[in-house]
């Protein structure tokens, strides 16, 4: 296989800083942080998603909706480097994704937390993994339980826990050895209503404050578009990119009051429009 | 709970008293013996300390055969779990070795091994073997693949993943393991002794049994129940100990 041109760029040494700046300031194509190039992936004979052209910016916050089954979640597991894609390929910083990318943390419906964990000792996991010292943990776990809103739960078990805790737990701990990027598959689907736009909030002001990236796979038409800088549209199975929409809401945003704002009601009515018929289709097949 | 405490005393109580004075009357006392000659004659081995001795030897073998027993379940449990290959070869093996009932291997111990401990020993720690063994395989065979990917996705290593994921995920299911067994190494020391022994509480029962000394069988019946209770609640309290937020999930009122 070629090495594409965006590897040679980024051999050149120090380029972290000034691509991050191309990104903000030029419209210019800076290296994209992950990027599939007509990507696919089979399961034996079931086709989950071919031909996926889809870049995705440093720092920014893209969300991914599509019917049921369209391989949203491959994307994510192929960027994470979980599996390798039967077809094309994802690049990672302009490096083809080969083995299990350490530069994403990963967040699912389920909030894997270890049980014989205490909230505190969850947290501490990956930094355990990193080989950093105690007192360096103990002082990493507090701050990020402050972050999250744990306090007073660090020696509760998980299974102590609502869900809405477990949720911030599972935030921390991906949140403590710093990834890059976030990869999250309904990470909030079982949460109520409530708790759900709580944690949302939550969500995209950590992310905007630590300037993190994060592809955001929902089944939530809101959602998608709430939390969203873009949302990518996905058809059916075999899925495909149908189309990215720039949601041009403030980055700052009041997600509480988004209910009421026009441009956000504009916005989920034309995803709607978008993926009613697939929808309808589903339902009869 | 004081109803319960009530009717389940006046239940045994009952009971006991209905032996007492059924016996000899209703029943030859031959058969049945009655519960103050049992208590006398547990007595009198209390004092003698021929009880304690005879305790003794039987809680030797069987903890040291579920010492050995475990030991080898968990570590080739866990090796058979985590080796695909080797998993698939033994798999069938295993399972037809533990069809058989442990129990009728004792006679080819006692060829190989003599009358001795060490047959007792062998025997329980061959029935705790495959206990353990299965209950830990079967750990280690569920731990969640998304957890290890999860962790892979952190930065773990393999071993890494084995000591923080693997062990302590497969540490329920080898509680599981051993609280089943803690029965059947009694059992296992117990039907060592009678078989062939001439000390153990197993022996105290067979000799009694021997003289036709039906009291005597039941005052070793009585030891053995309370050494089983005894061992059951140390391995309780040992789980307690390494598996704490198991307690709490079981303090959590239920609700579906």
């Known amino acids: 296989m070629t090495l594409p041109n965006r590897q040679k760029i980024n051999m050149k040494g120090d380029m972290g800083v000034s691509i991050q700046n191309e990104t903000v300031l030029s419209g210019d194509k800076p290296i994209p942080l992950i990027h599939y190039e007509n990507f696919g992936k089979s399961f034996g004979t079931l086709v989950a998603t071919k031909g996926v052209e889809l870049s995705i910016r440093k ?45 994403v943390g990963y967040m699912t419906q389920s909030d894997h937390l270890l049980p014989w964990r205490t909230v505190e000792r969850n947290i501490a996991l990956p930094l355990e993994i990193r080989g950093l010292s105690s007192a360096q943990i103990r002082s990493r776990v507090e701050e990020l339980i402050d972050l999250v809103g744990l306090n007073g739960f660090s020696k509760s078990y998980p299974s102590q826990l609502s869900g809405g805790m477990r949720k911030r737990c599972a935030l921390a701990r991906v949140l403590a050895y710093d990834p890059e990027t976030l990869l999250m598959d ?25 300037g993190k990236t994060v592809v955001f796979v929902t089944h939530d038409l809101d959602e998608a578009v709430a939390l969203a800088d873009r949302c990518v549209v996905f058809s059916e199975r075999p899925g495909r990119v149908r189309q990215i929409m720039e949601i041009n809401l403030p980055r700052e945003r009041n997600l509480y009051r988004l209910r009421g704002d026009s441009q956000y009601a504009k916005l989920t009515t034309s995803v709607w429009a978008l993926l009613a018929p697939s929808f309808e289709q589903g339902e009869k097949q | 709970m004081m109803r319960v405490w009530l009717l389940r005393i ?40 021929s009880l304690f001795f005879h305790a003794g030897i039987t809680v030797v073998e069987a903890l040291a055969g579920f010492l050995l027993g475990g030991l080898a379940g968990l570590s080739i449990g866990m090796l058979l779990g985590r080796n695909e290959l080797l998993g698939k070869v033994f798999d069938p093996i295993i399972v037809v070795f533990y069809s058989i009932p442990k129990v009728a291997l004792a006679p080819l111990f006692v060829i190989w091994l003599g009358i001795g401990i060490e047959m007792k020993i062998v025997l329980t720690g061959t029935i705790v073997f495959f206990l353990v063994f299965l209950s830990t395989y079967t750990g280690v065979r569920n731990v969640s693949r998304e957890l290890v990917a ?84 140390a391995v309780r309290a040992f789980e307690n100990l390494v598996l704490p937020w198991q307690k709490e999930t079981q303090k959590r009122e239920m609700s579906i």
């Open chain 2, 150 to 233: 999860i962790m892979k996705l952190m930065g773990a290593t393999e071993r890494q993943v084995v000591l923080k994921l693997v062990l302590p995920s497969a540490v329920t299911w080898v509680f599981a393991g051993l609280r089943l067994s803690v029965p059947y190494a009694l059992i296992g020391a117990v039907v060592g002794e009678l078989i062939a022994a001439n000390r153990g509480l197993g022996y105290l029962l067979s000799n009694a049994a021997g003289q036709f000394d039906t009291a005597g069988v039941f005052a070793a019946l009585i030891g053995l129940i309370i050494l089983a209770i005894l061992l059951n609640m």
């Open chain 1, 59 to 103: 720092g920014e916050f893209v969300t991914l909706v599509g019917p049921s089954g369209c391989g949203k979640s491959t994307l994510l597991n192929a960027a994470a480097g979980v599996f390798q894609p039967t077809q094309g390929a994802v690049y990672y910083e302009g490096a083809s994704v080969t083995g299990y990318n350490r530069k």
């Open chain 1, 186 to 210: 309904e990470p909030f689907g079982a949460l109520d209503a409530q708790l759900r736009l709580a944690m949302q909030v939550e969500l995209r002001t950590l992310c905007l404050k630590l």
């Open chain 2, 10 to 49: 006046l239940i045994v109580g009952g009971f006991l008293l209905a032996w007492q004075f059924g016996s000899g009357s209703v029943i030859p006392e031959f058969f049945v013996s009655k519960p103050s000659i049992i208590i006398s004659k547990f007595w009198l081995w209390v004092v003698n300390g």
